[in-house]
């Protein structure tokens, strides 16, 4: 269990108590993509100082939300079905906080997992559901996502790959996904720019994945 004690009894009190302190919410957002290495945990947090990474690790396991596991001869961390269901309340703070999203500081990053976890949230099934299946390779920073849209489904993965549309982007796109900037004037100002493939697919993106700020 977590340092932390409110002294109240209740479920938001149960909920703070467990994933409340500094990183553990960030942690459970990284393994909402998959399974990971303590060093890839360590790499895609590189704030975070390598005892706190692991007394959260130990608290996390010990509340049930995560479970270590051998994979191909390592220990991988993964989210337990009890973790799992935090998905639904990691979405929503990441849409509660797009509102108030402004331009970043020079010392933060994009990371594959936070963009990935960030597609996500901005996902709208329902539009996608109507639209024909489009996948999407994406330069985000240093962040390169392979983007698949199938129906209502959707599948992001690391790397490059077969792609409709191929694009680059910096942390303005939260511009574009917002509906600050149409589709075409964030090509036309370079806060998109199309590598290949048929670049009016960009308002096929811009449609699929919106979040209002």
């Known amino acids: 269990m977590a340092a932390r004690d409110y002294g109240q009894y209740g479920g938001i009190t149960q909920a703070l108590e467990l994933v409340g302190e500094r990183w553990a919410l960030l942690i459970v957002r990284d393994l909402l993509v998959g399974p990971r290495r303590y060093g890839e945990l360590a790499a895609g947090l590189p704030r975070i100082p390598s005892n706190i990474l692991a007394a959260r690790l130990k608290e996390l396991q010990a509340a049930g939300i995560l479970r270590r596991v051998p994979h191909s001869r390592v220990i991988v961390y993964e989210l337990t079905p009890y973790g799992r269901e935090l998905e639904p309340v990691v979405l929503a703070l990441g849409a509660w906080g797009f ?113 209002a700020a």
Do not use: C, N, W
Request: charge should be negative; avoid cysteine.
């Open 99 to 211: 509102k108030t999203l402004g331009d970043p500081r020079e010392e933060q990053i994009i990371t594959p997992d936070s963009m990935t976890m960030d597609l996500r949230t901005a996902f709208r099934p329902e539009v996608a559901a109507s639209l024909p299946s489009t996948a999407y390779s994406a330069r985000l920073g240093a962040a390169e996502l392979l983007i698949r849209v199938h129906g209502s489904a959707l599948d992001v993965s690391r790397g490059d790959g077969l792609a409709d549309l191929a694009f680059a982007a910096g942390p303005d796109i939260r511009r574009l996904i917002s509906g600050e900037l149409s589709p075409d004037r964030a090509i036309q100002t370079g806060v998109v720019e199309v590598l290949r493939g048929r670049g009016d697919l960009l308002d096929r993106f811009a449609t699929t994945f919106h979040l």
